[in-house]
C-alpha cells in the first residue's frame, strides 16, 4: 500500500511573499492531489469600495496588490467611464500605457528573479531584480513613487509626463535592451533551464479555455487572448505591437512568453512617448459627476485581464463594485499542473502561475505522514527545487546560465 | 541578557511574515537586499524559518485566519526576538481599518518593538528604520518586549487605536 | 495591429435566436456592451449556449443585492469581437437558488463559492460549496455583500 503523505507549501517564507496554503497530497515523491486554501489575505475591498468616492475607490484598489498598481486603477476607472460615458483625453491614453507597459517590466522581472531563484540561479534574481530597480527608478520620476503610483482617476491621469522627462525614459529603454537580450538569450538556450522546465506542469488549451485561465500562462498554452489587442483601451489600439503566444503550456513557455513580451512593452512606451511629443492638451476631462448606469473596465495586468464592475446610482460612491484579479482564474490551473509532478518541481509549477496572492486571495502545503503530521517549511521545498537543479549540475557538468556583465 | 543583546546586533537573523497583505511592503523587504541597497552589509539576513529568526517583521493588516497563524508561529520563535511591523497596515490598519474583515491591530496581542511606517515605506526608510534599532539595542535604550512580563505600552509616535 | 471585428448583428442575432422566448430583455449599451435578461431556471442552459456553443470565456461572476432580489450577472468575453455579453437573472432575497454551471464552466466553480458566502446564493448541484474567502467560523448568515434590511448598504 503506497503511503500518502500531504506537503504544506508556505504560508510564511521568505520567497512566497504572501500567505497560500497549497495542500499538496504526495505518494513517494510524486504530488497526487493538490488543495487550495484561501482566505489569509482577504480584506474585504468590494464593500469598502462602497464607503468611497469614486475618486477615493482606486486608492483602494491600488491597495489590492502591490505589483498591480496600475492594472486594478487603470481597469477601475475604466470601469467608471464606460457606465458614465466619459471621455479621456488622447494624451492621458498614452501616459496610461506608457505606466502600464513599465509595470508589466517591472512585475515580469521580479518574476523571473525570484523563479531563478526557486531554480537556484541566484546571481540571475540579483540580475533581474538590479534592472527592476531601474524601471523603478523611471516610474518614480514620472509618478512620484516607486509603486503605488496614484496615476490613475476617472477622465484621465493625475500627473503630465513633462518633456523633459522623456529623454531619461527613452533611455532606460535603450539601457534595457542589450540586458534583456542577454538575459532572453542565456535563459532561454541554457540546457539545465530546459531540464528544470520543459515539459513540466503543462497546462493543456483545451483546460486553460475550461478554466477561464488569463494572460501569459494562457498565451503559453496557445490560447491566444489578450485585452490589449481583443478589448482596445489605452493607447493599444493607437501604437504597433504584438502578442507573444507558445504552444506547450509548460513551465519553460511561461517563462519565454513573459521574456518576450517585455520587448513588445519597450516597443509601446517607445512609441506612446514619442507620440507625447506632439499630443498635447489636458490629461484629464475632469467628469463633474458619475451618471446612474453600470460598466466594465478591462484591463491586461502582467498577470492577465484584471475586471472591474461598477454600478453607480448617481450618487458620488459605487453601489456596487466587483472585482476579479486574473490570479482567480489562473491559480485554480494548478489543480491538473502540478498533479504528477515531483516534489521538487511543484514550487517552480505552482510559481509559474505569476501568482499575485494579494490579488487572489492565498494559499499551503502539508506533510502529513503515518507518524504524523510533518511540517515541511516553504524554505524548505524551495530548497529541494534548488537541490535538484544542482544534482543536475553534477551529473551532467552543464554550469547554468551565466548572468550577463554589468 | 546584554549577552544575548550583543548577539542579536552583530548579526540580525530576519524572518519576514506577511499576513493579509497588498505584498509592497514585501517586495520593498525584498529589495533592500539587492545590490542596490543591500541590507548584507549591515549584516542582516533573510532566513527561511522562524526558528532561526532574531527578528520577526511583520507586513500587511493580519486578518482573523492570519492572526491564528502569526500566533501559531511566535509559539515556535526563540527568545529574544524583536518584532518590527513594516508600513501602516500593522499598525492601524490604514484604510481597511472598516473592513468586515479587519481583525485588529497585531500590536493588540504581539508585542512591537518598533514601527516603520509608510505605504510602502522605501528601502532607505527600512534600512533606516532596521539601523536606528540596531543602535536602540546597543545603546540599551531598546529592549525586546517578549521579556518583558504583562502587556507593553507601544513605543512608537503614532496615536493609540482603539481596539 | 488589428482592431477586433465589431460585434457585427451575426452573433448577437445567434444569442437572441437561440434565447428565444428565455430573453426578458436587451439591451445595446455600446458596440462593446449588451446586457441581456434572463430567468434564473434558463440559466444552465444561456451558460451552455455561450461557453460551448458561442465560445465565450467566462470572465466572471458578479452577485449584486438589490431592493428587486439578488442580481447575479455573467460576463462573458468575447474575445474576437471586443465586446461583453452580460447575462443577467434575478434571484428571491428570501430564497436566493441557482444551478451552479461548474460542471460545464470549472471557471464557475470559486466565484459560485464566493457569491454564496457573501451573498447567501445557493448553487444547486456544486460540487464543493464551502468557504472560499471567509474563516470557516464566519458566523452563518452573516452575509457581508448583503444591503442590511431596508436595502441601505
Same mark, same amino acid.
Given at each position: 500500500? $503506497?503511503?500518502?503523505?500531504?506537503v504544506?507549501?508556505?504560508p510564511y517564507?521568505?520567497?512566497?511573499e504572501e500567505p497560500?496554503?497549497?495542500k499538496?497530497?504526495?505518494?513517494?515523491? %510524486?504530488?497526487v492531489?493538490?488543495?487550495?486554501?484561501?482566505?489569509?489575505?482577504h480584506?474585504?475591498?468590494e464593500?469598502?469600495?462602497e464607503?468611497? $468616492?469614486f475618486?477615493?475607490?482606486v486608492?483602494?484598489?491600488e =491597495?489590492? +496588490?502591490?505589483? +498591480?498598481?496600475?492594472?486594478?486603477?487603470?481597469?477601475?476607472?475604466?470601469a467608471?467611464?464606460?457606465?458614465?460615458?466619459?471621455?479621456?483625453?488622447e494624451r492621458?491614453?498614452?501616459?496610461?500605457s %506608457?505606466?502600464?507597459e513599465?509595470?508589466r517590466?517591472?512585475?515580469?522581472l521580479?518574476?523571473?528573479g525570484l523563479?531563478?531563484?526557486f531554480?537556484g540561479?541566484?546571481t540571475?534574481?540579483?540580475?533581474?531584480?538590479?534592472?527592476?530597480?531601474?524601471v523603478?527608478?523611471?516610474?518614480e !520620476?514620472?509618478t512620484g513613487?516607486?509603486?503605488?503610483y496614484?496615476?490613475?482617476?476617472p477622465g484621465g491621469?493625475?500627473r503630465?509626463?513633462?518633456?523633459?522627462d522623456?529623454?531619461a525614459?527613452?533611455? !532606460?529603454?535603450a539601457?534595457?535592451r542589450d540586458p534583456?537580450?542577454m538575459?532572453?538569450?542565456?535563459?532561454l538556450e541554457?540546457?539545465l #533551464?530546459?531540464?528544470?522546465?520543459r515539459?513540466?506542469?503543462?497546462?493543456?488549451?483545451?483546460?486553460a479555455?475550461?478554466y477561464g485561465?488569463?494572460?501569459?500562462?494562457?498565451?503559453a498554452s496557445g490560447?491566444d487572448?489578450?485585452?490589449?489587442?481583443?478589448?482596445p483601451?489605452?493607447?493599444?489600439?493607437?501604437v504597433e505591437?504584438d502578442v507573444v $503566444?507558445?504552444?506547450?503550456?509548460? #513551465?519553460f513557455?511561461?517563462?519565454?512568453?513573459r521574456i518576450l513580451e517585455?520587448?513588445?512593452?519597450l516597443?509601446?512606451i517607445?512609441? +506612446?512617448?514619442?507620440?507625447?511629443?506632439?499630443?498635447?492638451?489636458?490629461?484629464?476631462?475632469?467628469p463633474p459627476?458619475?451618471?446612474p448606469?453600470?460598466?466594465?473596465?478591462?484591463?491586461?495586468?502582467?498577470r492577465?485581464?484584471?475586471?472591474?464592475?461598477v454600478r453607480?446610482?448617481?450618487?458620488?460612491r459605487? #453601489?456596487?463594485?466587483?472585482v476579479?484579479?486574473p490570479s482567480?482564474?489562473?491559480?485554480?490551473?494548478?489543480?491538473e $499542473?502540478?498533479?504528477?509532478s515531483?516534489?521538487?518541481?511543484a514550487?517552480l509549477?505552482l510559481?509559474?502561475?505569476?501568482?499575485?496572492?494579494?490579488? %487572489?486571495?492565498r494559499?499551503?502545503v502539508?506533510?502529513?505522514s503515518p507518524?504524523?503530521e510533518r511540517l515541511?517549511?516553504?524554505?524548505e521545498?524551495i530548497?529541494m527545487s534548488?537541490?535538484?537543479?544542482?544534482?543536475l549540475?553534477?551529473e551532467?557538468?552543464?554550469?547554468?546560465p551565466?548572468?550577463?556583465?554589468? | 541578557?546584554?549577552y544575548a543583546?550583543?548577539t542579536?546586533?552583530?548579526s540580525?537573523?530576519?524572518?519576514?511574515l506577511?499576513?493579509?497583505?497588498c505584498n509592497?511592503?514585501?517586495?520593498?523587504i525584498?529589495d533592500?537586499?539587492?545590490?542596490?541597497?543591500?541590507?548584507?552589509r549591515?549584516g542582516?539576513?533573510?532566513?527561511?524559518?522562524?526558528?532561526?529568526a532574531?527578528?520577526?517583521?511583520?507586513?500587511?493588516i493580519?486578518?482573523?485566519?492570519?492572526?491564528?497563524?502569526?500566533?501559531?508561529?511566535l509559539?515556535?520563535a526563540?527568545?529574544?526576538?524583536?518584532v518590527?511591523a513594516?508600513g501602516?497596515c500593522?499598525?492601524t490598519?490604514?484604510l481597511?481599518?472598516?473592513?468586515?474583515n479587519?481583525?485588529r491591530?497585531?500590536g493588540?496581542?504581539v508585542p512591537? @518593538?518598533?514601527?516603520?511606517?509608510g505605504c510602502p515605506?522605501?528601502p532607505?526608510?527600512?534600512?533606516?528604520?532596521m539601523?536606528?534599532?540596531i543602535?536602540?539595542?546597543r545603546?540599551?535604550?531598546?529592549?525586546?518586549? +517578549?521579556?518583558e512580563?504583562?502587556r507593553?505600552?507601544p513605543a512608537?509616535?503614532?496615536p493609540?487605536?482603539?481596539? | 495591429?488589428?482592431?477586433?471585428e465589431?460585434?457585427?448583428t451575426?452573433?448577437?442575432?445567434?444569442?437572441?435566436?437561440?434565447?428565444?422566448d428565455?430573453l426578458?430583455?436587451?439591451?445595446?449599451?455600446?458596440?462593446?456592451?449588451?446586457?441581456?435578461?434572463?430567468p434564473?431556471?434558463?440559466?444552465?442552459?444561456a451558460?451552455?449556449?455561450?461557453? @460551448?456553443?458561442?465560445?465565450?470565456?467566462?470572465?466572471?461572476?458578479?452577485g449584486?443585492?438589490t431592493a428587486?432580489?439578488?442580481?447575479v450577472?455573467?460576463?462573458?468575453?468575447?474575445?474576437r469581437e471586443?465586446?461583453?455579453?452580460?447575462?443577467?437573472?434575478?434571484?428571491d432575497r428570501a430564497e436566493?437558488v441557482l @444551478?451552479s454551471?461548474?460542471?460545464v464552466?470549472p471557471?464557475?466553480?470559486?466565484?459560485?463559492?464566493?457569491?454564496?458566502?457573501l451573498?447567501?446564493?445557493?448553487?444547486?448541484g456544486?460540487p464543493d460549496? =464551502?468557504?472560499?474567502?471567509?474563516? @470557516?467560523?464566519?458566523p452563518?448568515?452573516?452575509?457581508p455583500l448583503?444591503?442590511g434590511k431596508?436595502?441601505?448598504?
Amino acid at each position: 500500500m $503506497t503511503k500518502r503523505t500531504i506537503v504544506p507549501i508556505g504560508p510564511y517564507h521568505a520567497l512566497q511573499e504572501e500567505p497560500e496554503f497549497f495542500k499538496l497530497h504526495v505518494e513517494g515523491e %510524486t504530488v497526487v492531489h493538490l488543495d487550495i486554501e484561501l482566505g489569509y489575505n482577504h480584506r474585504g475591498i468590494e464593500k469598502l469600495s462602497e464607503s468611497k $468616492t469614486f475618486e477615493e475607490t482606486v486608492f483602494l484598489v491600488e =491597495r489590492i +496588490c502591490g505589483i +498591480c498598481s496600475t492594472s486594478h486603477p487603470l481597469a477601475c476607472v475604466q470601469a467608471v467611464e464606460d457606465a458614465g460615458g466619459i471621455a479621456v483625453p488622447e494624451r492621458a491614453l498614452f501616459i496610461r500605457s %506608457t505606466v502600464g507597459e513599465l509595470e508589466r517590466i517591472h512585475s515580469h522581472l521580479l518574476w523571473l528573479g525570484l523563479a531563478g531563484h526557486f531554480v537556484g540561479f541566484n546571481t540571475l534574481w540579483m540580475w533581474a531584480w538590479r534592472f527592476r530597480e531601474e524601471v523603478l527608478n523611471i516610474l518614480e !520620476l514620472i509618478t512620484g513613487n516607486r509603486n503605488h503610483y496614484g496615476m490613475m482617476k476617472p477622465g484621465g491621469v493625475r500627473r503630465d509626463i513633462r518633456d523633459g522627462d522623456i529623454p531619461a525614459i527613452l533611455d !532606460l529603454l535603450a539601457r534595457l535592451r542589450d540586458p534583456l537580450a542577454m538575459f532572453r538569450d542565456a535563459v532561454l538556450e541554457d540546457p539545465l #533551464v530546459h531540464a528544470r522546465t520543459r515539459g513540466v506542469g503543462v497546462l493543456t488549451r483545451e483546460r486553460a479555455m475550461a478554466y477561464g485561465a488569463l494572460g501569459p500562462t494562457a498565451r503559453a498554452s496557445g490560447y491566444d487572448i489578450d485585452v490589449r489587442r481583443d478589448h482596445p483601451h489605452a493607447a493599444y489600439g493607437l501604437v504597433e505591437w504584438d502578442v507573444v $503566444t507558445r504552444p506547450n503550456g509548460d #513551465v519553460f513557455d511561461k517563462a519565454v512568453v513573459r521574456i518576450l513580451e517585455m520587448f513588445e512593452s519597450l516597443r509601446i512606451i517607445e512609441q +506612446c512617448v514619442r507620440q507625447l511629443k506632439t499630443v498635447r492638451g489636458p490629461v484629464d476631462s475632469n467628469p463633474p459627476c458619475i451618471p446612474p448606469g453600470e460598466g466594465i473596465g478591462q484591463y491586461e495586468a502582467p498577470r492577465g485581464e484584471v475586471f472591474h464592475y461598477v454600478r453607480s446610482d448617481g450618487g458620488n460612491r459605487p #453601489v456596487r463594485h466587483k472585482v476579479r484579479a486574473p490570479s482567480y482564474m489562473n491559480v485554480p490551473t494548478n489543480r491538473e $499542473t502540478v498533479v504528477g509532478s515531483t516534489i521538487a518541481d511543484a514550487t517552480l509549477i505552482l510559481a509559474a502561475v505569476d501568482p499575485c496572492y494579494c490579488c %487572489t486571495e492565498r494559499m499551503a502545503v502539508a506533510l502529513a505522514s503515518p507518524g504524523g503530521e510533518r511540517l515541511w517549511g516553504a524554505g524548505e521545498l524551495i530548497r529541494m527545487s534548488q537541490e535538484k537543479t544542482w544534482r543536475l549540475m553534477e551529473e551532467t557538468g552543464w554550469r547554468g546560465p551565466a548572468p550577463p556583465e554589468f | 541578557m546584554s549577552y544575548a543583546i550583543n548577539t542579536l546586533t552583530r548579526s540580525l537573523n530576519v524572518f519576514h511574515l506577511a499576513g493579509s497583505a497588498c505584498n509592497n511592503c514585501d517586495i520593498e523587504i525584498l529589495d533592500a537586499l539587492t545590490p542596490r541597497y543591500d541590507l548584507e552589509r549591515f549584516g542582516i539576513t533573510l532566513v527561511g524559518s522562524i526558528r532561526h529568526a532574531d527578528v520577526l517583521l511583520l507586513s500587511g493588516i493580519f486578518n482573523r485566519k492570519a492572526r491564528v497563524r502569526l500566533l501559531e508561529l511566535l509559539r515556535q520563535a526563540p527568545k529574544p526576538y524583536l518584532v518590527v511591523a513594516i508600513g501602516g497596515c500593522p499598525a492601524t490598519g490604514l484604510l481597511f481599518r472598516e473592513s468586515y474583515n479587519f481583525d485588529r491591530p497585531p500590536g493588540d496581542y504581539v508585542p512591537i @518593538d518598533a514601527f516603520i511606517p509608510g505605504c510602502p515605506p522605501k528601502p532607505e526608510a527600512i534600512i533606516s528604520g532596521m539601523v536606528r534599532v540596531i543602535e536602540g539595542l546597543r545603546s540599551g535604550a531598546l529592549a525586546p518586549r +517578549c521579556m518583558e512580563a504583562g502587556r507593553p505600552a507601544p513605543a512608537s509616535a503614532l496615536p493609540e487605536t482603539a481596539a | 495591429m488589428n482592431a477586433p471585428e465589431a460585434l457585427g448583428t451575426g452573433t448577437l442575432d445567434r444569442i437572441r435566436g437561440a434565447l428565444g422566448d428565455h430573453l426578458l430583455a436587451c439591451s445595446r449599451k455600446s458596440a462593446q456592451r449588451v446586457y441581456i435578461d434572463i430567468p434564473p431556471d434558463y440559466l444552465g442552459e444561456a451558460s451552455a449556449l455561450m461557453f @460551448d456553443e458561442i465560445g465565450a470565456r467566462l470572465q466572471i461572476v458578479t452577485g449584486v443585492d438589490t431592493a428587486a432580489g439578488i442580481e447575479v450577472l455573467y460576463h462573458w468575453a468575447l474575445d474576437r469581437e471586443g465586446c461583453v455579453v452580460t447575462f443577467r437573472t434575478v434571484v428571491d432575497r428570501a430564497e436566493p437558488v441557482l @444551478d451552479s454551471i461548474a460542471g460545464v464552466c470549472p471557471a464557475a466553480e470559486w466565484i459560485e463559492r464566493e457569491i454564496w458566502e457573501l451573498l447567501g446564493v445557493d448553487f444547486r448541484g456544486h460540487p464543493d460549496l =464551502r468557504h472560499l474567502l471567509l474563516d @470557516d467560523h464566519w458566523p452563518q448568515g452573516d452575509y457581508p455583500l448583503r444591503r442590511g434590511k431596508e436595502g441601505a448598504p
